[in-house]
C-alpha cells in the first residue's frame, strides 16, 4: 500500500494498529481508570501517551513517519474516544453496583436514581 501523507503511513498499517495493537489497550486504560474512581481527563492523558507510542512503534517496525502530527491527532482521538467510552460504561456499571438502593441502569452509560415509592 502507498504511505499516506497525512497519517504518517499506509491506511491500513494504521488502522491496524489504532485498531488492533492499541484499541484494546485504550479499552484497558479506561477500564482501570473508572475501576479506581479517577476523572476522564486522566482517560484523556493517558491516551494521548497511548498515542505517542503508537507512532514510535509505527516508525520503528513499519516504517512510518515518527513525527506524523496528522497522524498522532488521528490516532489521539481515536484512542481517547475509545477509552472514554470504556471508562464511562464501567462507570455507569459501578455505580449501580455499588449503590443499588440509589441508581438503576438507565442504558449501558448512564444510570438514574430510583424512584421512590412512599
Given amino acids: 500500500m502507498?504511505?499516506?501523507?497525512?497519517?504518517?503511513?499506509?491506511?491500513g498499517m494504521f488502522l491496524a494498529l489504532t485498531f488492533v495493537a492499541f484499541g484494546w489497550t485504550a479499552i484497558a486504560t479506561g477500564n482501570?481508570?473508572?475501576?479506581?474512581?479517577?476523572?476522564?481527563?486522566q482517560v484523556v492523558a493517558y491516551c494521548g501517551l497511548l498515542a505517542a507510542a503508537e507512532r514510535f512503534i509505527d516508525h520503528a517496525l513499519a516504517g512510518g513517519e515518527l513525527l506524523s502530527l496528522g497522524g498522532f491527532v488521528v490516532s489521539f482521538v481515536i484512542?481517547?474516544?475509545?477509552?472514554?467510552?470504556?471508562?464511562?460504561?464501567?462507570?455507569?456499571?459501578?455505580?449501580v453496583m455499588q449503590y443499588p438502593w440509589l441508581y438503576e441502569p438507565d442504558g449501558p452509560f448512564g444510570w438514574r436514581e430510583k424512584q421512590r415509592t412512599e
Fill in 32 to 41: 482501570g481508570v473508572a475501576w479506581r474512581w479517577q476523572s476522564a481527563w
Fill in 2 to 11: 502507498e504511505p499516506a501523507p497525512f497519517l504518517g503511513n499506509s491506511l
Fill in 79 to 95: 484512542l481517547t474516544a475509545i477509552g472514554l467510552a470504556a471508562w464511562r460504561l464501567v462507570q455507569a456499571r459501578l455505580m
